[in-house]
């Protein structure tokens, strides 16, 4: 069974920083792995993942602040925050997926496996 288990959430001014961090147990192979965040009263939306290619991709709204990464081998993603705005709030959770998938990889639908999740405010 893989687990997932995010930190470094936490409360910030806008145009802080903060990193979240995103271990993972229970599985051997490799694992495609994303962040997602949902605000209150909105859907869970893609923030940013790494395809099979090894590819990032970004939510519009995050591209050029949020930098997606990872320690291959060991299935632990990270996610750089920088110059947080107020609507970056939410709860962040981290996604992997073991199979390939023709979805767009910002989308929730091919991912398995999910985190609790983790808060992120931020305070204008």
């Known amino acids: 069974q893989v687990q997932l288990v995010e930190s470094g959430g936490g409360s910030v001014q806008a145009g802080g920083s903060l990193r979240l961090s995103c271990a993972t147990s229970?599985?051997?192979?490799?694992?495609?792995m994303g962040w997602f965040r949902q605000a209150p009263g909105k859907e869970r939306g893609g923030v940013a993942a790494?395809?099979?290619?090894?590819?990032?991709e970004y939510a519009h709204s995050v591209k050029g602040r949020f930098t997606i990464s990872r320690v291959y081998g060991e299935n632990t993603l990270y996610l750089q925050m920088d110059s947080l705005k107020p609507e970056d709030t939410a709860m962040y959770y981290c996604?992997?997926?073991?199979?390939?998938?023709?979805?767009?990889?910002?989308?929730?639908?091919?991912?398995?496996?999910w985190g609790q999740g983790t808060q992120v405010t931020v305070s204008s």
């Open positions: 229970g599985y051997t192979g490799k694992l495609y």
């Open positions: 996604a992997a997926r073991a199979e390939v998938t023709p979805w767009s990889i910002l989308d929730t639908r091919p991912y398995n496996y």
């Open positions: 790494i395809g099979s290619s090894n590819n990032e």
